[in-house]
């Protein structure tokens, strides 16, 4: 999110017609490119410059390719602060980028200006456990720094996702029911608004404003460079996977959703249903309870199910084990891009979601079956939601699923769809499954995303984001603007 907008005429008045006649490259909308070169510390890149293609590419390799009018590197909150008073509000689009992760690529837009901060990665954890992250951190670098002073942060399992997209939107992962969601974690976000003012927004100050930066998602209003994280004692969670015949997924899906409902907080799975003509399944999860006490859970769900795993594993780890495991990556050096030495490479995909307003019945779990025959390269991610969750209000920050069950992944790797098939799969799970969807998992072909993603939070979303952004310099096609 980010922050200023300063009178384009008169800037470009300043500079004289000779200069701009001599060499200030304009982009859409008359910004003077040179001259917020010249004013930032990090590096503008502009098409034809050495690492422009590169960091012009989205993380999703099946998008469309895109060619923004420049690319700031930002070395620090100055230039974040130049970079929306010399390009904000000036026909082109703004955007922030922190991890590149954004599934529709709205932090990468065409012929706009893209603010990327992921120079400003610096993390420090305090003596009383809190911990202040810039907003450029990637996720497996807050996990090692937290690991390492024996904290934790509920998260996601992407390693190189930024911190800043995954928390203002959200935050769903292995550790959420006992620690709740990423944004929950946050009691303070520095942040650069759109008329170019830097806000410390708490819930005491910018209260709004803050309401809106936990769940309400990226884009709006104003650019964060840093938060600052509550954290919890590192625990030691024991992390567990189960497989069943092909032939049980539909008992395995009702009787997980109702299993996963009664269970103590302390645990957190994800039921994975695979595409194809005997849809697969998997369930996977952590418990930070007592070790011994998961056995008895686990028999449960097996009762239920009717047959014996063909898969299971159980297994203790630490907490940064665990969040490897998840990511999936063998060590923390392992866990970069590859660009970085890293193993993590981009991917082409297709992504939607729902959110489970309830447990699902036996005939609900047998549709969401036989509509996963009609697919292939396609798996749905039930990723168990409430415990600490719930322990929020629905109104009381902007992310509007309080008291759902799970969010719903539709994930789709298909060579030949171009988000069409994935799209409706989306459209006839709906009736099973809600009409709910989570910012992060954006599907730009959805045309309910506006009362999908915010649902009873939308006006009051609208309302704040207008007022800190009346001018639109944050715009992209899913902002709660547009809705």
Known sequence: MAGTAVAGTALLSALGDDALASGARAAAGGIDLDGLGKAMSGRLLRPGDSGYDFASTTWNLALPSRRPAAIAQVANRQDVIECVRRAGGRGAPLAARSGGHNYAGFSTPDSGVVVDVSALNKITINDDGTAVVGSGAQLMQVYSA?????????????ATVGIAGLTLGGGVGPLTRPYGLTCDRVTAASVVTADGAVHQATANTDADLFWALRGGGGGHAGIVTEFTFSTVPAPKPVVFKLEFSSSRTAKVLAAWSAWQNSVPKELTTTCNIGAGK???????????????????????????????????????????????????????GSCKAESDGGTVTREAFHAASRVLPRVLKSADAQRVVEIMTKHADMCLLFDAVGGEVDAIGARDTAYAHRGAKASVQIYSWSETDKGELLTQAQQSLTRVLGTGSYVNYVNPMQTDWATSYWGANHDKMRRIVSAYDPTKVFDFPHSVLRG
Do not use: M
């Open 278 to 332: 005997d849809p697969s399944n998997t369930i996977e999860g952590t418990w930070v309870g007592k070790a011994s006490a998961l056995d008895g859970h686990l028999n449960a769900l097996i009762s239920e199910v009717g047959s014996k795993p063909t898969t299971k594993y159980v297994h203790q780890k630490s907490y940064l084990d665990t969040v490897l495991y998840f990511a999936p990556c063998k060590d923390v």
């Open 146 to 158: 937290l690991a390492a002073r024996g904290r934790a942060l509920p998260g996601g399992t992407c």
